[in-house]
C-alpha cells in the first residue's frame, strides 16, 4: 500500500481564528490530491481537488475564500480553514491517488479532528 | 453524474458466518468500483478494486467482492466474519477518465460472538 499523513490528528480552535491542515504522501509523489470532510454517521463528501501547481479545483457549494488549498509540492496540500466557525467544526480526509498498472488507487489520510468552540 | 447506493445503514452477523454488504452503482461507461473500511476516528483503509478482468475480487484480510453488471452491483463478502471486521464500510465508484470517486452513504457492520 502507500502513506498519507494528516497533521494534526485533531485541533480545537476559537471561533474566527484560521487552521491549517497538512497532507502528506510519505511514499510516493502525487500530482492531486483531495479534500473530504466527513460530518458523523455519513459519508464522505469531496470538498476540492487540489493540484500541485495550479488552481485548486472546488466542489459546487464549497467557499473557495474559507477552504483555501495549497499544493506546494508533489508530496505536500494544505488545507485552511479561515476565519473558522463552529459549524466548521468536523472531520477532515485528505487522499492521494498512487498511480498503478492499470488505473489509480486512493490511498487516505487517518483524518483530522476540527473543533471550532 | 455517477452515484452509489448501501441500501443498508448496518448490517449484523454472528462471527463465523459469512456476511454481504451491498452496494449498487450507477456511472457512466466503464466502472472503478471500490471498497474502503473505516475505523472510528480514523481515515479509510483500502480493501480492494474492481477495475476489469476476473468478477470476483479479492482484497485484504479476507474480503472479497463480486462484480455484477447487469445488476450493476458490487456486493462486499467474506466467508467467515470475525468481530474485528466491526467497522464501517464505504462503496466507491469511478467513471474512466476521471480520479473523482463518489462514495455510498456507508454500512456499519456489526459481528457478534
Known amino acids: 500500500g502507500a502513506v498519507v499523513s494528516q497533521h494534526p490528528s485533531r485541533v480545537i480552535c476559537k471561533s474566527g481564528t484560521s487552521v491549517k491542515i497538512e497532507c502528506r504522501s510519505l511514499?510516493?509523489?502525487?500530482?492531486?490530491m483531495f479534500w473530504y470532510r466527513q460530518f458523523p454517521k455519513q459519508s464522505l463528501m469531496l470538498m476540492a481537488t487540489?493540484?500541485?501547481?495550479?488552481?485548486?479545483?472546488?466542489e459546487q457549494g464549497v467557499e473557495k475564500d474559507k477552504f483555501l488549498i495549497n499544493h506546494a509540492s508533489l508530496t505536500l496540500s494544505t488545507l485552511t480553514v479561515t476565519s473558522a466557525h463552529p459549524e466548521d467544526s468536523s472531520f477532515y480526509i485528505c487522499?492521494?491517488?498512487?498511480?498503478?498498472?492499470?488505473?489509480?488507487?486512493?490511498?487516505f489520510g487517518p483524518g483530522t479532528r476540527l473543533t471550532v468552540l | 453524474a455517477q452515484s452509489v447506493a448501501q441500501p443498508e445503514d448496518q448490517v449484523n452477523v454472528a462471527e463465523g458466518n459469512p456476511l454481504t454488504v451491498k452496494c449498487t452503482y450507477s456511472?457512466?461507461?466503464?466502472?472503478?468500483l471500490f471498497w474502503y473500511v473505516q475505523y472510528p476516528n480514523r481515515g479509510l483503509q483500502f480493501l480492494l478494486k474492481?477495475?476489469?478482468?476476473?468478477?470476483l475480487v479479492k482484497g485484504s484480510y479476507g474480503f472479497e467482492a463480486e462484480f455484477n453488471k447487469s445488476q450493476t452491483s458490487f456486493h462486499l463478502k467474506k466467508p467467515s466474519a470475525l468481530v474485528s471486521d466491526s467497522a464501517l464500510y464505504f462503496c466507491?465508484?469511478?467513471?474512466?477518465?476521471?480520479?473523482?470517486?463518489?462514495f455510498g452513504t456507508g454500512t456499519q457492520l456489526k459481528v457478534e460472538l
Open positions: 511514499d510516493f509523489q502525487a500530482t492531486t
Open positions: 487522499s492521494a491517488p498512487k498511480a498503478g498498472a492499470s488505473t489509480d488507487t486512493q490511498y
Open positions: 466507491a465508484v469511478r467513471g474512466g477518465g476521471g480520479n473523482k470517486l463518489t
Open positions: 474492481y477495475i476489469t478482468g476476473d468478477n
Open positions: 487540489s493540484n500541485e501547481g495550479s488552481k485548486a479545483t472546488y
Open positions: 456511472v457512466s461507461g466503464n466502472p472503478y
